[in-house]
T-cell receptor
Framework: QQQVKQSPQSLIVQKGGISIINCAYENTAFDYFPWYQQFPGKGPALLIA?????SEKKEGRFTISFNKSAKQFSLHIMDSQPGDSATYFCAATIISGYSTLTFGKGTMLLVSP | DTEVTQTPKHLVMGMTNKKSLKCEQHMGHRAMYWYKQKAKKPPELMFV???????INESVPSRFSPECPNSSLLNLHLHALQPEDSALYLC????????????FGPGTRLTVT
């Protein structure tokens, strides 16, 4: 019940295209869903996060869509650029209490020039 | 200052060596974390410190010994490691009441020979 399932495992998108990464969760107590971006040899960086009281959050070219009833959330990268090539991890946690992050398995995104 | 710094960047050690990893943050965060990350996998939580006290130990072998000397510093002492302990070791920090919003350092790439 603590799992977060992420897909696809890898993704190739042409420059200017839309990259879409999906995550699904089981634990309905989760109430905070961050996305992390990790470049090779670097630590993960918090990219964008959403709470279940909103269905969408946008920051620049990055948008999280959230479907509470389906227990799914997704990251959309608009106008994808080669510099977006990285591994993306979705995660979930419970804000109150002493809960840590449950990560998805990651998606390797390659944006071709 | 919104950085978490880690030293060294790379470390090669033999199975009989004793070494330490260091992490530092100056964001005033009172929660700090150690994660282990294998290639193409998500980070795995090892330890959590809150207000300089160990609050979570995810059943990590005793050859890994964490230490939090003050609110800005976190060490991970290594002794008698195995080759399978080779990984990227990540430090993260957060405000003590915002465990869900973690900021990662760049990591130490550890190779055990």
């Amino acid at each position: 019940q603590q799992q977060v399932k992420q897909s696809p495992q890898s993704l190739i998108v042409q420059k200017g295209g839309i990259s879409i990464i999906n995550c699904a969760y089981e634990n309905t107590a989760f109430d905070y869903f961050p996305w992390y971006q990790q470049f090779p040899g670097k630590g993960p960086a918090l990219l964008i996060a959403i709470r279940p009281d909103v269905s969408e959050k946008k920051e620049g070219r990055f948008t999280i869509s959230f479907n509470k009833s389906a227990k799914q959330f997704s990251l959309h990268i608009m106008d994808s650029q080669p510099g977006d090539s990285a591994t993306y991890f979705c995660a979930a946690t419970i804000i109150s209490g002493y809960s840590t992050l449950t990560f998805g398995k990651g998606t390797m995104l390659l944006v071709s020039p | 200052d919104t950085e978490v710094t880690q030293t060294p960047k790379h470390l090669v050690m033999g199975m009989t060596n004793k070494k330490s990893l260091k992490c530092e943050q100056h964001m005033g965060h009172r929660a700090m974390y150690w994660y282990k990350q294998k290639a193409k996998k998500p980070p795995e939580l090892m330890f959590v410190y809150s207000y300089e006290k160990l609050s979570i130990n995810e059943s990590v072998p005793s050859r890994f010994s964490p230490e939090c000397p003050n609110s800005s510093l976190l060490n991970l002492h290594l002794h008698a490691l195995q080759p399978e302990d080779s990984a990227l070791y990540l430090c993260a920090s957060s405000q003590a009441d915002r465990l869900y919003e973690q900021y990662f350092g760049p990591g130490t790439r550890l190779t055990v020979t």
